[in-house]
């Protein structure tokens, strides 16, 4: 065997991206690696497809994983191997262990990735697939992306997932979607079945595996816009919902940007903030309500949704808002008129942040106007009408009209 470097003296973690293969799907390098380190961290599974050439002690993941994680930062500056399934950047090792060690302390050298090779097997051109984990998350996280037509390839947790998966399709209108499960991609014993998600009669499913689903939308089908304001029937309610068309304007004004964190005060049904989440996954709500049956029907909604990470914060303002993270935009939509939360959610943006506020009482309006003649912002006010029955004929119905006060801390 040649010598092995670990690279710089500062690059003293190794993280490489092991297939179902083992050994054989690595490259020379990888393999010198691994049989020069004298430390190897990775899973049960991993350690045993490399277990040919591992000579060094090899230590299995524990339970917390913090606890592993912490082990590999202990021996920060000596040489440490990690494995990893595929590509460790891809919803795996390298993305966690990256949080608390610099990348300049390490290399990584990746195999393909579930994705990659489902993608390769099925034909699917990758960068028009829908590529999501559902490796240990909700399988609700699946449900903003079936639009008829869409391709979508998802991990898995186990070999019970793809009946739970096809089941939830069938339940939602999406049962005639067809479903491919790949199994040990990659490896001696992959294998690559199909059925249609209502008709699943699949046994025998590999723990190890990959479902890509070809999405048909049967009548009825709840598929969710891409753009906001999306339909009130979506929502379960008990009339406290900011409406479709105000809720479209109210998110335009917010202006959600990358990465970002809303607080949504009087959540109601939680609404604005679940279309906040929905416009990107990597923005983040707080919904703040009061009453606890709107607390649990805006969970409900959220899960509905596909976005079951909303944070739901039982209480009313201002003092619900007490430790809360610093957020970059604040709506408020019911609950502002009363003592002292219009001045805890302005004094709680960060600088840059932006709030809006939506009022349709008399009282909340005057209060609008007050703030927005001390802090100026601005004012808009928005009216609906709706066609509805006369008599034997049509007329406009109007909405309550809104008042909208905008506003951006310097």
């Given at each position: 065997m040649s010598d092995v470097s670990f690279a710089p003296a500062?690059?003293?973690?190794?993280?490489?991206?092991?297939?179902?293969?083992?050994?054989?799907g690595l490259g020379d390098e990888a393999k010198a690696l691994i049989s020069a380190a004298k430390v190897?961290?990775?899973?049960?599974?991993?350690?045993?497809?490399?277990?040919?050439i591992i000579s060094g002690t090899t230590f299995t993941w524990e339970s917390p994983f913090q606890r592993s994680i912490e082990a590999v930062i202990a021996r920060r500056g000596r040489p440490v191997v990690v494995l990893g399934s595929g590509d460790p950047f891809l919803y795996g090792i390298g993305a966690t262990l990256c949080r608390s060690i610099g990348v300049g302390e390490m290399r990584t050298i990746p195999a393909p990735s579930s994705f990659s090779l489902a993608a390769a097997r099925l034909g699917w051109p990758l960068q028009e697939v829908a590529s999501i984990s559902l490796h240990g998350r909700p399988l609700e996280l699946l449900l903003p992306h079936l639009h008829h037509d869409r391709r979508i390839i998802a991990l898995t947790s186990d070999g019970k997932t793809p009946l739970r998966l096809a089941e939830m399709l069938r339940d939602i209108g999406f049962g005639r979607s067809r479903l491919h499960l790949l199994e040990a991609i990659g490896g001696q014993h992959e294998r690559q079945r199909s059925v249609i998600a209502e008709d699943f009669d699949l046994s025998d499913v590999s723990p190890l595996n990959v479902c890509a689903i070809e999405v048909v939308a049967g009548e009825g089908a709840r598929q969710l816009a891409f753009t906001p304001g999306l339909d009130d029937s979506l929502f379960e309610h008990d009339g406290q919902i900011?409406?479709?068309?105000?809720?479209?304007?109210?998110?335009?004004?917010?202006?959600?940007r990358h990465g970002e964190l809303l607080w949504d005060v009087g959540a109601g049904c939680g609404s604005i903030g679940i279309e906040w989440m929905l416009a990107n996954p990597s923005l983040r709500a707080i919904a703040i309500e009061q009453s606890s049956e709107r607390a649990a029907r805006v969970a409900r909604n959220a899960l509905a949704f596909g976005v079951p990470g909303l944070s739901i914060v039982e209480g009313a303002?201002?003092?619900?808002?007490?430790?809360?993270?610093?957020?970059?935009?604040?709506?408020?939509?019911?609950?502002g008129s009363e003592a002292g939360v219009m001045e805890a959610v302005m004094g709680a943006l960060r600088p840059g942040g932006r709030l809006v506020a939506n009022a349709v009482t008399l009282e909340m309006e005057a209060l609008l106007l007050s703030l927005h003649k001390k802090h100026g912002g601005s004012l808009t006010r928005i009216e609906i009408a709706r066609v509805a029955p006369v008599g034997t004929m049509s007329g406009w119905r109007p909405a309550m009209p809104v008042t909208q006060w905008r506003w951006t801390r310097e």
């Open positions: 500062e690059c003293w973690l190794t993280i490489i991206g092991i297939g179902e293969d083992g050994p054989a190897v961290f990775g899973g049960a599974r991993h350690l045993e497809l490399a277990s040919p900011t409406k479709k068309e105000i809720r479209a304007f109210t998110l335009s004004a917010l202006a959600p303002a201002p003092l619900a808002l007490e430790g809360l993270p610093e957020p970059d935009a604040i709506f408020v939509g019911g609950g």
